[in-house]
């Protein structure tokens, strides 16, 4: 493996950090509802922060694939918007210190880039490290968002209910960090949102809201959520309002209220990967015509 250490530029001016938390929000390919998106600038744009540590994209995102913004104006380019991938320094709003570390999930090297992570971590002393993700799930815009919480120590996930039992996903930069984490001993966790799976390639703010929340509990920082939670209240006036000009969309709707209900009921007796699926609709059943609706509401409204 070549320098870890090589993959980054440290600022000059470094602070006298006493344990602080980690939070990492790296959107791969499944940020269902912009969760992650929304989150970083929601930080970003709220709290106090500046960059510690810049990351060397052009070695670690494959620009293909991830194409930086530039516009043009006329007759030349005017703008070039490059991907920054950094750790910043940010104080919440007890102007208590914390890091942060954001950008788009890496394409190349993710041993190198997790050591590097993993350098910095014992280089600031981190005591806790917490990771965010957001997944799309067969359940219905009308009840609570939920989570699924993981850790390097059961004792860091204590009260959380697991909602699915053994699976095997694709992987992640921030899974792989995390599961680094535990091999060296050190505390680390994440949560992953349930986004509705028919919004899932929309903007779902209230997604993004019960990630600050969850960091907030598990860290005890302060968060600025409430422009988050105005989008999401506005957001869900808007879906109910779609929802409601189809009958057949709110008999979709319905279906996924009384599949969400039926697995709270048996929640800690039966877990949801081994429920019984027979007396379930799909997520493609019970799905498709709902997205085919708002698809139709979106263009409309474009």
Do not use: C
């Amino acid at each position: 493996m070549l320098d870890p250490n090589d993959l980054y530029l440290l600022d000059d001016d470094l602070p006298d950090l006493v344990n602080p938390v980690l939070v990492v929000a790296l959107p791969g390919f499944v940020d269902a509802g912009a969760a992650g998106r929304l989150l970083g600038r929601q930080l970003l744009d709220t709290l106090p922060n500046r960059p510690l540590v810049t990351f060397d994209v052009d070695q670690l995102i494959d620009h293909r694939s991830h194409r930086p913004v530039m516009v043009f104006a006329e007759d030349h380019w005017d703008s070039y918007r490059p991907h920054s991938l950094a750790l910043h320094l940010m104080h919440d709003e007890a102007s208590e210190p914390f890091l942060f570390l954001t950008g788009p999930e890496p394409d190349y090297q993710w041993e190198r880039f997790t050591t590097a992570v993993r350098n910095l971590i014992e280089r600031f002393e981190v005591r806790l490290t917490v990771g965010i993700n957001a997944i799309p799930m067969a359940v219905p815009h009308t009840r609570p968002t939920g989570l699924t919480a993981h850790a390097t120590r059961p004792e860091l996930v204590a009260g959380y209910e697991p909602w699915l039992a053994t699976v095997q996903v694709p992987g992640s930069v921030a899974a792989l960090l995390e599961y680094r984490l535990g091999e060296a001993g050190q505390d680390a966790m994440g949560f992953a949102v349930h986004v509705p799976h028919y919004l899932a390639q929309a903007e779902y703010p209230d997604a993004a809201d019960t990630l600050l929340d969850a960091i907030a509990r598990a860290t005890g920082l302060v968060l600025p959520r409430a422009e988050l939670r105005s989008a999401a209240e506005q957001t869900r006036g808007k879906i109910d309002e779609q929802v409601g000009r189809s009958e057949e969309v709110a008999a979709v709707v319905h279906a996924l209220e009384q599949q969400y209900d039926t697995f709270a009921e048996s929640r800690g007796r039966v877990p949801l990967m081994t429920a019984d699926r027979e007396s379930l609709p799909t997520a493609d059943e019970l799905g498709a015509e709902l997205e085919r609706f708002l698809a139709e509401q979106n263009r409309k409204d474009d």
